[in-house]
C-alpha cells in the first residue's frame, strides 16, 4: 500500500469526502422539491464538498508517492472525459465554486 493512502490524515480527508458525497446523493433527487432555504443548505455541503476535494487534490499534486500520482492522473484522464479538456484543476474548482456561489445568490 502507498504510504500517501496509509496516511491517517488522508484516510480521515477520504472518508469525510465519502460521507459528504453520501449526504448528497441520498438527496439530489429531492433538489427541485426544497425550499430556497433547504437548496441553500445543500449547495453549502457542495461547495464544502469541493473544498475538501481540492484540498485533497493539492495533496495528490505535491506528493511524490507513485499511488498517489496514479490517482492525479485518473482525475485529470475523467476530467477531460466529463469535457473539461486540459484545464486546470484549480481552474474547474474555482469555476465550480463561483457556479453555485451564483446559483445560491438566485435563491435568495
Do not use: C
Not at 490524515?9 to 438527496?27: A, G, H
Not at 461547495?47 to 490517482?71: F, V
Request: glycine share 2%; hydrophobic share 35%; no cysteine.
Amino acid at each position: 500500500m502507498s504510504k500517501f493512502f496509509d496516511s491517517d490524515q488522508v484516510k480521515s480527508e477520504m472518508n469525510e469526502i465519502t460521507s459528504l458525497q453520501k449526504e448528497l446523493y441520498d438527496v439530489i433527487l429531492k433538489f427541485p422539491m426544497m425550499s430556497n432555504e433547504a437548496k441553500s443548505d445543500h449547495i453549502d455541503t457542495v461547495k464544502e464538498l469541493l473544498e475538501r476535494q481540492q484540498i485533497m487534490w493539492t495533496r495528490l499534486t505535491l506528493s511524490e508517492d507513485k499511488e498517489a500520482k496514479k490517482m492525479k492522473d485518473y482525475i485529470v484522464s475523467h476530467a477531460k472525459e466529463l469535457g473539461f479538456g486540459d484545464a486546470d484543476m484549480g481552474t474547474i474548482f474555482t469555476n465550480m465554486k463561483q457556479t453555485l456561489e451564483q446559483v445560491q445568490k438566485n435563491l435568495t
